[in-house]
């Protein structure tokens, strides 16, 4: 998917959502709920060293006004692992925290709490890569390490399955660019964006 293409899309589906909730048949209660997805992240860095993989998990807690608008807040661990480059060993971590709007649409019946849905998301967070570096050169051992933290939009897509107005299931994938950092051997600008596809199961109350 484009990079371009994802943020158009969320934002877009977002607004029509909060548009058509002001017409949605159902007049139920707002619902708090939380989620957890766990999948795989790809750590996409543009100039150097291709793209880096990883296991994720993301946490969202936040509450639906309307059966279709909503707010969430969550934290995500995207990336920890270690890799060679250049003849260095590093250590790289990427997490965050955000805040956003949420909106999602049944697939059939409006008013329907159960059945497929697809899903928005669309705010701002505050992301955290560190990188460290360690090698052995002439004997002598080099460790360098950087540390940045950057704020930007973030943006997600999803769909999913409704079992009961309590519990469901999606797949869902998320998108941000953080600010550049830099490699600590060199001071060279490492410019990177954090792609995850991911599996959730959200609970409703």
Do not use: W
Not at 6 to 28: D, E, I, K, N, Y
Not at 109 to 118: K, S
Not at 171 to 199: C, M, Q, V, W
């Amino acid at each position: 998917m484009n990079n371009k293409t994802l943020p158009l899309l969320a934002t877009a589906l977002v607004a029509a959502l909060a548009c058509g909730s002001a017409f949605a048949q159902s007049a139920t209660n707002g619902q708090a709920f939380v989620r957890g997805e766990v999948g795989r992240t790809h750590l996409d860095n543009r100039d150097n060293s291709g793209r880096l993989k990883d296991n994720s998990f993301v946490v969202r807690g936040g509450y639906m006004f309307t059966p279709n608008i909503g707010v969430e807040g969550f934290y995500g661990r995207y990336y920890g692992k270690a890799h060679k480059f250049a003849g260095f060993d590093y250590d790289n971590d990427v997490d965050g925290y955000g805040i956003g709007a949420v909106g999602k649409v049944r697939f059939g019946d409006q008013a329907a709490d159960t059945g497929f849905f697809g899903m928005g998301r669309a705010g701002y967070m505050r992301s955290s890569y560190e990188t460290a570096s360690h090698a052995t050169i002439d004997g002598v051992s080099v460790h360098n390490s950087r540390s940045t933290h950057s704020h930007q939009p973030y943006f997600g897509v999803g769909a999913g399955y409704d079992f009961t107005p309590n519990m469901g299931v999606s797949i869902n994938y998320d998108y941000f660019r953080g600010n550049d950092t830099r490699l600590p051997t060199t001071g060279e600008k490492l410019r990177y964006s954090n792609r995850t596809l991911a599996a959730g199961f959200e609970y409703r109350f």
